[in-house]
């Protein structure tokens, strides 16, 4: 039994000694893993390339009116006093007594001619009276070629919009809602002509105010990263690439020798235990065991030593960075889609004829990778981002065979993962939002089945572990008249 433990100590040396003179690094733990390294470095190649919020000057968003009264009429002082059921047709006439030219313009239903106003000893400029008459009795004041002032139910407004299809189709369905009539755009022109009466117009101005400060450019900076981490251990004595069969020695061959040397050890039974220690010798081996009523035969005579010891380790990590820009309008989807597709057999059909037998192979594929859709929200109030996220993953596990009689089929073992979030992100702020981890572990062990109470069973451990992380900052560049602003970036659209 000595001898025994000193051979085991002196093999431990000798294992060590090769091991050590072949490698130069140590085998990582696969359980130390740290989320920090992976996902830093991408956080701060992101800040270093795109500003959080750039403003840039542009017309976008303006509302105008062609036939707006020119500035040097709107100054003209005048007096004007008219009875409580004066109708627009006495302003009319008062107005053109004043030296001002003007007309009533009669197109709805009911004679605006005939609509009731109230003008008391007014003195003051003629802009400051029409406007509140505007907004008092819903009258538009247009002017027209020849110096005329016409008095209409409706005004014609000009929008200087984005060129981009979705937000003049969006604007355009807006605007319909509010009651704007006659609305014509044009994506070329990056304009939207409408005609409004001047309480619709009010509604359409706030609404133009608050979508501008809204429907900014949002860049969506987004990196998948995508870990796998390997690790295989080996321990103990491979008893399974010896082919040992354990159990009663008189089912060995009395003809070999090493059968006839446990047989005459234990088979009769006349010694004691102590005095009867069985010991089994192979070539090119010295090994020793202890026992009663227990035979232990090794099958394959001619092996190699260090083949049935289990001593390596190996260590695997694979890294994959999908990284990408993306700018679109807030409140637009955007995806990111990164697949491959996987072809298998699906179906083996098999005639059979009594002339003749045919088959048929019917083929398929399945789709992995990732499908990761954003729609991004910005607050112009609070620089805050909204991002309603979707994350479709897809992986494959193995390759499974089927076998139906004599026909054999491989077919995909697929995992299928979904993410959903919703959260806020601060401009230019970097963060993991996401993020899938999955584990597998194997742990495969051998020995001898009288003896699992002993540890001397082999052992192959194998574990896998794998990380989706999902790093999303996004930035804003705003569009509109910022020239009190000093930060402005002077840029062209």
Not at 3 to 17: E, R
Not at 218 to 226: A, H, M, P, R
Not at 327 to 340: D, F, N, P, W
Request: aromatic share 6%.
């Amino acid at each position: 039994m000595r001898q025994f433990n000193k051979t085991k100590v002196a093999l431990g040396i000798m294992a060590a000694s090769i091991l050590s003179g072949c490698t130069g690094l140590s085998i990582p733990d696969a359980e130390q893993y740290n989320e920090k390294q992976i996902i830093q470095p991408v956080m701060d190649k992101f800040e270093k390339s795109e500003p959080a919020i750039t403003k840039i000057r542009s017309q976008n968003f303006t509302i105008q009116k062609p036939d707006e009264l020119p500035q040097l009429l709107r100054d003209k002082e005048i007096k004007l006093n008219l009875s409580k059921k004066s109708n627009v047709s006495d302003l009319a006439m008062a107005l053109n007594l004043l030296g001002v030219s003007t007309v009533v313009a009669d197109t709805g239903e009911t004679a605006l001619s005939e609509q009731l106003i109230s003008v008391r000893n007014y003195n003051g400029k003629l802009g400051n009276l029409l406007d509140v008459l505007s907004s008092v009795y819903d009258l538009s004041f247009n002017y027209e070629k020849g110096g005329i002032i016409t008095i209409q139910e409706q005004s014609t407004y000009i929008i200087n919009i984005i060129q981009n299809e979705d937000i003049i189709e969006d604007v355009t369905a807006t605007l319909e809602r509010l009651g704007a009539n006659e609305i014509e755009n044009s994506l070329v022109g990056g304009n939207l002509i409408y005609k409004a009466s001047p309480k619709v117009h009010e509604k359409i101005k706030k609404y133009i105010e608050f979508y501008s400060k809204n429907a900014a450019v949002i860049g969506l900076q987004v990196s998948v990263v995508t870990v796998q981490l390997d690790k295989t251990s080996n321990k103990g004595f491979d008893w399974s690439t010896l082919n040992v069969v354990a159990g009663d020695p008189n089912l060995f061959d009395s003809g070999n020798d090493t059968g006839s040397i446990i047989g005459d050890i234990i088979g009769d039974g006349s010694e004691s235990v102590a005095s009867e220690t069985a010991e089994i010798v192979a070539e090119g081996l010295g090994l020793s065991a202890s026992g009663t009523s227990m035979g232990i035969k090794f099958v394959n005579g001619d092996f190699n030593f260090d083949g049935v010891i289990n001593y390596l380790s190996t260590y695997g990590k694979t890294e994959a960075n999908q990284s990408t820009l993306m700018k679109i309008i807030s409140g637009k989807e955007v995806s990111l889609v990164s697949t491959q597709s996987i072809p298998y057999v699906e179906e083996i059909e098999l005639t059979l004829d009594d002339d003749d037998d045919s088959e048929g192979i019917t083929t398929a594929s399945v789709d992995i990778g990732l499908d990761l859709t954003i729609t991004p929200y910005f607050d112009s109030k609070t620089n805050m981002v909204t991002v309603d996220l979707n994350l479709d993953l897809s992986s494959l596990l193995a390759m499974t065979e089927i076998t139906t009689g004599s026909t054999k089929i491989t077919q995909p073992q697929t995992q299928n993962q979904t993410f959903t979030n919703l959260m806020k992100l601060k401009a230019g702020e970097s963060s993991v939002i996401g993020g899938i981890m999955y584990d597998t572990v194997s742990d495969n062990r051998s020995g001898i089945s009288y003896l699992e109470e002993m540890d001397i069973a082999s052992q192959s451990k194998s574990m896998t572990k794998n990380a989706v992380f999902i790093i999303l900052r996004p930035t804003v560049t705003l569009f509109g008249d910022f020239e009190k602003e000093k930060e402005v970036i002077q840029k062209l659209y």
